[in-house]
């Protein structure tokens, strides 16, 4: 069996612990598992920043901007660091799909002590591509992570043509324009899904749309608080 991020063969020694576990396949080495870094201690409770302050400065600024404050959390699993860096560049611009694999666990796990007191019926909805970035890399990470969690998914949202939002600065992405449309209305709790929180822009704007259309709270749970 050979590691998902680094092709090193994984030896798994027999004890008794995992005998009676070996249909499940372990997807990741020890050293890869070691570089990635869980986010643990002290983070804003709106966006999952490290940092001692319960609300962090970024999300005071978010909370005067009422219509764009629009989700009630963040929760993240992973620091933004090398290794982490180094898997996500392979899972998506290389169109890995196996890969995405490596977090199943983790999301899963994290997913269930944050998002407990959802109800069953809540729905994840994943943030889409763009229709030419879905074709460049062959499928949208963000539906893979939806696709680990405990509550099911829906694929109300589309992206708009346009620019790439990474060419843009952070007061020009506040400016622009809500770059989704929605295809149906949900009236349930939703949790969007995606790989990296950044500025929260994209998802402030997901979740915009679907409290218009109906939706009482939106929650966001990405991999990634970069
Ligand atoms: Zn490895
Ligand atoms: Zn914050």
Redesign the pocket.
């Known amino acids: 069996m050979y590691c998902l991020a680094c092709q090193d063969e994984i030896i798994i020694q027999i004890t008794w612990a995992n005998l009676f576990q070996l249909s499940q396949p372990t997807a990741i080495c020890e050293e890869c598992a070691a570089g990635l870094k869980l986010l643990e201690g002290g ?7 490290t ?1 001692e ?1 319960v ?6 600024f ?1 909370e005067r901007q009422a219509e764009m404050n629009t989700i009630e959390f ?1 929760y993240s699993v992973f620091v933004y660091n090398e290794k982490i860096q180094d898997i996500v560049a392979k899972w998506k611009y290389r169109g890995d799909y196996a890969l995405g694999e490596v977090f199943r666990d983790y999301v899963s796990r994290a997913f269930r002590k944050r998002f407990s007191f959802l109800n069953k019926e809540s729905l994840a909805v994943p943030i889409p591509l763009s229709t030419e970035r879905a074709m460049e890399r062959g499928f949208n990470q963000a539906y893979q992570l939806a696709d680990f969690l405990p509550i099911a998914s829906s694929n109300v949202l589309s992206r708009k043509h346009g620019e790439k939002q990474s060419k843009k600065s952070r007061m020009e992405r506040i400016a622009t324009e809500n770059p989704f449309f929605i295809r149906k209305s949900i009236n349930k709790a939703v949790v969007l899904v995606d790989d990296i929180y950044t500025t ?1 822009t994209t998802l402030r704007h997901a979740a915009q749309l679907l409290k218009q259309h109906g939706c009482p709270n939106v929650y966001a749970f990405t991999l990634i608080r970069g």
């Not at 983070?43 to 920043?49: D, F, L, N, P, V």
């Not at 609300?55 to 005071?60: A, K, T």
């Open positions: 983070r804003c409770k709106k966006c999952s920043r940092t302050e609300i962090c400065s970024d999300c005071l978010w963040n929260g």
